[in-house]
């Protein structure tokens, strides 16, 4: 490595960025986020200088990992769309990358259709004949995993579940283990639609040791958060409260606001359904703030914090308040379009508003429930009903 005389700093060589770049997502997998970002940062500065495109997108691309981490999703955003720029007349492989990024932060921001509208238009472009790069196993299993949280989100579980199968099946192909220990987190959620828990329970078993042995302690965290979410869902409360604190903890400590806030939701509903509502109040109470949940930031997870203050209000017998709650939860999430939580919560607005003799407004929460649900594509004789016009809030 030479040394640069006039400011008497090193001076890299261009054939050393790529390990340098290996280096630095090390340290991100790590649960270093902001240490990472500062490396990338000076290694797209380096790359730009030398004229390195490639390494400059890789590095972007980093970049824009680590604003994910932060919560920080428009700079995600901005760093992964000029990664792709970048990299316009390359190999769809080597758009991949970028490519996920992007629809990872509007996953994140609870845009899920322009999500699935980002991977799938990726992919086809990976899958056309003749194409350079056509069919690179790592590109593949990327786009497939990121895929099923938004196809199960919407309620396309068919297609949630082929995602799961096509990216296990690439697996043995990728030496990679943060892509593998993800493909099998996504695989475990297709399964828990399914009521397979044990085989769910199994795949995050094998994910989480995978991520021990090669000491990735950021897809660890998302492990015990996906095993916390698996127990939750099979009413086996002690085990997810374990598994979500400590996926709460492991988060906190590496600086990854976003994806804390959500373990946080997630972990409220499960000490609500143990009969620690005060402690999940508590936990709650933060979070309805535009700097930690909310369209930019979660809108999802924003929605299933107001569901759950509704729930708590009317276990009160606050009625009021419930439905200020509920009616804000739709709010946010009718621009997601997340069918099973819609459903969920226009059947506990459409009750509430039963019993306290609004039965026409009732009928219009169930209406808009039901109109989610049947979406183009899902019913088997004529068009889908229309969402109705009338909402029932405001």
């Not at 008497?8 to 261009?14: D, S």
């Not at 109470?285 to 979660?298: F, H, K, Q, S, V």
């Not at 606050?318 to 739709?330: F, G, I, Q, R, V």
Request: aromatic fraction near 2%; hydrophobic fraction near 45%.
């Amino acid at each position: 490595m030479a040394e640069n005389s006039t400011k008497g700093i090193p001076a890299h060589e261009p054939d050393d960025i790529v390990p340098r770049l290996a280096e630095a997502r090390d340290v991100l997998h790590w649960g270093a986020a902001a240490e990472a970002a500062e490396i990338f940062r000076v290694l797209q500065e380096e790359a730009a200088r030398l004229g390195l495109v490639t390494e400059r997108a890789a590095a972007l691309v980093g970049l824009g990992d680590c604003a994910l981490e932060a919560g920080e999703l428009s700079e995600a955003r901005d760093h992964f769309a000029e990664a792709e720029l970048l990299l316009a007349d390359a190999p769809p492989a080597c758009r991949a990358p970028a490519r996920r990024g992007r629809a990872t932060a509007h996953l994140l921001a609870g845009e899920l259709r322009y999500c699935c509208h980002l991977l799938e238009t990726a992919l086809d472009e990976l899958n056309e004949p003749g194409t350079a790069g056509a069919g690179d196993p790592r590109a593949l299993l990327a786009l497939h995993t990121t895929a099923i949280a938004p196809y199960v989100d919407l309620g396309a579980y068919v297609r949630a579940a082929r995602a799961a199968e096509l990216a296990l099946a690439l697996t043995a192909e990728v030496d990679d283990p943060v892509l593998v220990a993800g493909a099998l987190r996504g695989a475990a959620r297709t399964l828990v639609v399914e009521g397979r828990f044990a085989e769910a329970g199994t795949a995050l078993a094998r994910a989480r040791e995978l991520c021990r042995s090669r000491r990735i302690r950021t897809e660890l965290a998302h492990c015990h958060r996906a095993h916390g979410y698996v127990h939750a869902q099979d009413g086996r409360l002690g085990a997810a409260e374990r598994e979500l604190r400590t996926a709460r903890a492991m988060l906190a400590a590496k600086r990854a606001p976003l994806f804390t806030v959500q373990v946080e939701v997630e972990l409220a509903d499960v000490l609500r359904r143990r009969g620690k509502a005060d402690e999940a109040a508590a936990l709650l109470a933060p979070l309805l703030t535009p700097a930690a949940l909310g369209d930019e930031r979660g809108a999802v997870h924003a929605g299933g914090a107001h569901r759950l203050l509704g729930l708590m209000a009317e276990d009160r017998g606050d009625t009021e308040s419930a439905e200020e709650h509920y009616c804000a939860a739709l709010s946010l999430l009718e621009r997601t379009g997340a069918a099973g939580d819609l459903a969920d919560l226009c059947r506990l607005l459409g009750d509430l508003l039963r019993r306290t003799g609004r039965t026409e407004a009732a009928l219009n929460a169930y209406r808009t429930g039901l109109g989610h649900r049947a979406a183009p594509g899902t019913t088997t004789l004529g068009p889908a009903p229309p969402v109705p016009l009338r909402r029932p809030c405001g």
